[in-house]
């Protein structure tokens, strides 16, 4: 992975050097540093230390929404601590699942006051102490401030760290060079021992081995030199022992196998791992070794089993979690492209009899528009494999060729696989590999690659299940909430509606405005407990209510919305803020349920949030009763009314968090309504964990010329 972007060296020196302190300064032994863009909601993982990329590969794209320690701490804008791997697989089961080894992780928000930067993920041995200490955290935050200042720093100067820049892996620090009398003192120190030594670097490939150790494995040291142990010695490509060396790696604690090289000699490694690689002790085994111990059973089925296998159970974690089309896809590029050295892959589905590109990547676009509509009847390889059920490999391109005339689209290409994709025995569409080299496609990688398509094929049959709840969400949400606002003479209104991240994406949350006559009109704003249609349903029937009452005095109108509900017994909690505007008077009639406190900016600018006598939330009580306020609204002055979403912070006060969001509204004081509600809402996604709707409704008592 190298860099792809443009950016300053002394940018990436920052950052790299921040990264570098961290481990330094804390004693980690791994360290993540993730960039989030303004707005955005994936990170991107930005600088890597302590471990290969390979290891990262999963981990380079994260949601926010996503339950891992680095989303959580940039939703709850703190430090998350985990001190054991128990803890780890409690809290986090699917990193535990990919990663059971023994280590402590620390992530922490990298934050520049409401805006959220990034994020540090930092991981010591498992010998850590169970808590982090106060001096440790401390050293954190300062560490992660420093990231903050650098990122800033590269976006004033023209050059913020995106996505496009690729990873940056920091190499491991070399050790300080040995004299010549130290190096051969060593040596002969070395020469004297029984057994067979060998070093890794932290890539897995063999920098040094000696003659004892080659003769142990059966090559000779020239050849094994630069290698990785697992590729060059093919009894050695056992997930068992890749897993003993990524364990070693990330817990920089001594492992050890056993594993049989043929016919019938057991070889020992023992692991020693540094910040640098591993040193590995190579001496035969003790033939009365326990099979539990040993390595090697099974051949391999292709080079880099284990990673494969690691990346195949992230794949398999993930999937669970995929709750769109598009979702999927994208899983699917980032965790089988480069766990199964993919050069190119496409995703199509079924619709209608005919087969529709949901995604590809590496595939240039002629080829892509012959898949594209392909009916299912087809004779092309996308759709026969679905009427056959059965995969196509073809291991040249000559191959492929003679069975699909348009491959010469095509001609980077070496190898193919054509992958049915079939769930509960429906056709859900065909998944297309293209690789760089001809591949043999033995028989165990064909069950593997089916394997995988079984897989996805699930996913994809959810996820579709998931978009067609969603769009039909979304079309409900539509209809029950105004598909615009009325202009009312006299008035500049705005409005805003942005659903929870997590959930369907529908909720009870409503807001209307509804003109009443020359000089009056009404204004409401509500939330209905709940994130599903049976919510959406009852906030259309609230809002109905109220619709249907406005006109009479506020107190009269939540009164009988309340008496309505009541009779429903609806069993969900719902607040409503009624406001009647008097445009001729210059005043404004409140009533609330339960509802957030509105506020009232000032035509000076000065903000304040009106607390009003609270009356209790709708279909509690039949018989409450609803006092009214009435406020002057001279021109010039505003009122912004909002649902809880818009102010819920994790760890802070609802009160602070309300002052705070007054504060920002005052500033924008002689702005239009709809570039203050955009505003508004950029602030709250920085603040806010997106784990509620929020509605927002914003009016304004325009001056004599209209502004």
Same mark, same amino acid.
């Given at each position: 992975m190298g860099n792809r972007g443009r950016v300053p060296d002394s940018a990436r020196f920052r950052l790299d050097a921040v990264v570098a302190r961290a481990m330094r300064d804390t004693g980690a032994t791994v360290a993540l540093l993730y960039v989030l863009p303004p707005g955005g909601s994936i990170l991107r993982l930005a600088v890597l230390a302590g471990v290969p990329s390979e290891i990262a590969d999963p981990w380079v794209r994260v949601p926010l929404s996503a339950p891992l320690p680095v989303s959580d701490a940039l939703k709850d804008r703190r430090l998350v601590w985990l001190g054991s791997q128990e803890e780890l697989a409690r809290r986090y089961p699917r990193p535990a699942l990919v990663l059971p080894y023994n280590f402590s992780l620390a992530a922490s928000p990298v934050l520049a006051g409401a805006e959220s930067l990034g994020g540090l993920v930092l991981l010591w041995p498992g010998s850590h102490p169970e808590r982090l200490t106060e001096q440790e955290r401390a050293t954190v935050r300062g560490i992660c401030d420093d990231a903050a200042r650098a990122l800033l720093r590269a976006r004033t100067q023209g050059h913020p760290i995106t996505a496009d820049h690729g990873l940056w892996v920091i190499p491991p620090v070399a050790a300080t060079p040995a004299s010549p009398v130290e190096a051969a003192a060593a040596a002969d120190f070395v020469a004297r021992l029984p057994g067979g030594f060998c070093t890794l670097d932290t890539s897995g490939r063999i920098t040094h081995i000696n003659d004892a150790g080659a003769g142990l494995v059966g090559a000779r040291a020239e050849e094994l030199r630069g290698t990785v142990p697992w590729e060059s010695l093919p009894w050695l490509a056992d997930p068992h022992s890749e897993d003993r060396y990524r364990g070693a790696l990330v817990s920089r604690e001594p492992a050890s196998f056993v594993a049989l090289r043929p016919p019938d000699d057991w070889i020992s490694f023992s692991l020693y791992p540094d910040a640098s690689g591993i040193s590995v002790y190579i001496t035969r085994a003790d033939r009365g070794t326990p099979p539990a111990r040993i390595a090697g059973h099974t051949p391999p089925f292709t080079p880099g089993r284990a990673f494969a296998l690691y990346h195949l159970m992230h794949l398999a974690a993930t999937l669970t979690e995929a709750v769109g089309i598009q979702d999927v896809v994208e899983l699917i590029a980032e965790q089988l492209v480069p766990a199964f050295r993919i050069q190119a892959l496409a995703v199509l589905t079924v619709a209608e009899g005919r087969l529709r590109i949901e995604g590809h990547r590496g595939f240039g676009d002629e080829l892509m528009e012959c898949f594209e509509g392909a009916p299912l009847t087809s004779d092309a390889p996308v759709a026969r494999v679905l009427s056959t059920g059965v995969p196509a490999f073809y291991r040249t391109f000559d191959e492929f060729r003679r069975a699909f005339r348009p491959a010469s689209l095509q001609e980077g290409l070496a190898a193919w696989a054509f992958l049915p994709l079939f769930a509960s025995g429906r056709p859900v569409g065909t998944l297309v590999f293209g690789y760089e080299r001809t591949r043999p496609f033995e028989p165990e990688e064909r069950a593997l690659l089916t394997s995988i398509a079984g897989l996805i094929a699930q996913a994809l049959d959810r996820a579709r299940l998931y978009d067609t709840k969603e769009q039909l969400a979304h079309s409900l949400q539509e209809h029950l909430l105004p598909h615009r606002l009325p202009r009312i003479g006299g008035l500049d209104v705005a409005a805003r509606y942005l659903p929870a991240t997590r959930g369907m994406g529908i909720g009870g949350d409503f807001y209307d405005v509804i003109p009443l006559d020359a000089t009056t009109a009404a204004a409401a704003i509500g939330d209905v407990q709940g994130h599903n249609v049976?919510?959406?349903?009852?906030?259309?029937?609230?809002? /109905?209510?109220?619709?249907?009452? +406005?006109?009479?005095?506020?107190?009269?109108?939540?009164?009988? /919305?309340?008496?309505?509900?009541?009779?429903?017994?609806?069993?969900?909690? /719902?607040?409503?803020?009624?406001?009647?505007?008097?445009?001729?008077?210059?005043?404004?009639?409140?009533?609330?349920?339960? @509802?957030?406190?509105?506020?009232?900016? @000032?035509?000076?600018?000065?903000?304040?949030?009106?607390?009003?006598?609270?009356?209790?939330?709708?279909?509690?009580?039949?018989?409450?009763?609803?006092?009214?306020?009435?406020?002057?609204?001279?021109?010039? #002055? +505003?009122? #912004?009314?909002?649902?809880?979403?818009?102010?819920?912070?994790?760890?802070?006060?609802?009160?602070?968090?309300? /002052?705070?969001?007054?504060?920002?509204?005052?500033?924008?004081?002689? @702005?239009?309504?709809? +570039?203050?509600?955009?505003?508004?809402?950029r602030y709250a996604k920085d603040v806010t964990p997106g784990s509620d709707d929020i509605a927002l409704l914003l009016i304004e008592a325009l001056r004599g010329d209209g502004g």
């Amino acid at each position: 992975m190298g860099n792809r972007g443009r950016v300053p060296d002394s940018a990436r020196f920052r950052l790299d050097a921040v990264v570098a302190r961290a481990m330094r300064d804390t004693g980690a032994t791994v360290a993540l540093l993730y960039v989030l863009p303004p707005g955005g909601s994936i990170l991107r993982l930005a600088v890597l230390a302590g471990v290969p990329s390979e290891i990262a590969d999963p981990w380079v794209r994260v949601p926010l929404s996503a339950p891992l320690p680095v989303s959580d701490a940039l939703k709850d804008r703190r430090l998350v601590w985990l001190g054991s791997q128990e803890e780890l697989a409690r809290r986090y089961p699917r990193p535990a699942l990919v990663l059971p080894y023994n280590f402590s992780l620390a992530a922490s928000p990298v934050l520049a006051g409401a805006e959220s930067l990034g994020g540090l993920v930092l991981l010591w041995p498992g010998s850590h102490p169970e808590r982090l200490t106060e001096q440790e955290r401390a050293t954190v935050r300062g560490i992660c401030d420093d990231a903050a200042r650098a990122l800033l720093r590269a976006r004033t100067q023209g050059h913020p760290i995106t996505a496009d820049h690729g990873l940056w892996v920091i190499p491991p620090v070399a050790a300080t060079p040995a004299s010549p009398v130290e190096a051969a003192a060593a040596a002969d120190f070395v020469a004297r021992l029984p057994g067979g030594f060998c070093t890794l670097d932290t890539s897995g490939r063999i920098t040094h081995i000696n003659d004892a150790g080659a003769g142990l494995v059966g090559a000779r040291a020239e050849e094994l030199r630069g290698t990785v142990p697992w590729e060059s010695l093919p009894w050695l490509a056992d997930p068992h022992s890749e897993d003993r060396y990524r364990g070693a790696l990330v817990s920089r604690e001594p492992a050890s196998f056993v594993a049989l090289r043929p016919p019938d000699d057991w070889i020992s490694f023992s692991l020693y791992p540094d910040a640098s690689g591993i040193s590995v002790y190579i001496t035969r085994a003790d033939r009365g070794t326990p099979p539990a111990r040993i390595a090697g059973h099974t051949p391999p089925f292709t080079p880099g089993r284990a990673f494969a296998l690691y990346h195949l159970m992230h794949l398999a974690a993930t999937l669970t979690e995929a709750v769109g089309i598009q979702d999927v896809v994208e899983l699917i590029a980032e965790q089988l492209v480069p766990a199964f050295r993919i050069q190119a892959l496409a995703v199509l589905t079924v619709a209608e009899g005919r087969l529709r590109i949901e995604g590809h990547r590496g595939f240039g676009d002629e080829l892509m528009e012959c898949f594209e509509g392909a009916p299912l009847t087809s004779d092309a390889p996308v759709a026969r494999v679905l009427s056959t059920g059965v995969p196509a490999f073809y291991r040249t391109f000559d191959e492929f060729r003679r069975a699909f005339r348009p491959a010469s689209l095509q001609e980077g290409l070496a190898a193919w696989a054509f992958l049915p994709l079939f769930a509960s025995g429906r056709p859900v569409g065909t998944l297309v590999f293209g690789y760089e080299r001809t591949r043999p496609f033995e028989p165990e990688e064909r069950a593997l690659l089916t394997s995988i398509a079984g897989l996805i094929a699930q996913a994809l049959d959810r996820a579709r299940l998931y978009d067609t709840k969603e769009q039909l969400a979304h079309s409900l949400q539509e209809h029950l909430l105004p598909h615009r606002l009325p202009r009312i003479g006299g008035l500049d209104v705005a409005a805003r509606y942005l659903p929870a991240t997590r959930g369907m994406g529908i909720g009870g949350d409503f807001y209307d405005v509804i003109p009443l006559d020359a000089t009056t009109a009404a204004a409401a704003i509500g939330d209905v407990q709940g994130h599903n249609v049976t919510a959406a349903a009852l906030m259309g029937q609230v809002r /109905t209510a109220v619709h249907a009452s +406005a006109g009479a005095p506020p107190a009269e109108v939540l009164a009988r /919305t309340n008496r309505l509900l009541a009779d429903l017994d609806a069993d969900l909690f /719902t607040s409503c803020l009624y406001v009647h505007l008097d445009l001729a008077g210059h005043r404004a009639l409140l009533a609330t349920a339960g @509802h957030p406190p509105p506020l009232l900016r @000032h035509p000076d600018g000065e903000t304040e949030v009106l607390r009003l006598p609270p009356g209790l939330l709708l279909g509690v009580d039949r018989d409450a009763r609803y006092p009214t306020t009435e406020i002057p609204l001279p021109p010039g #002055a +505003a009122l #912004a009314l909002y649902t809880d979403g818009l102010v819920e912070v994790p760890g802070t006060d609802i009160d602070r968090s309300t /002052t705070a969001l007054a504060e920002q509204f005052g500033l924008y004081t002689g @702005h239009p309504m709809e +570039a203050v509600a955009d505003s508004l809402v950029r602030y709250a996604k920085d603040v806010t964990p997106g784990s509620d709707d929020i509605a927002l409704l914003l009016i304004e008592a325009l001056r004599g010329d209209g502004g």
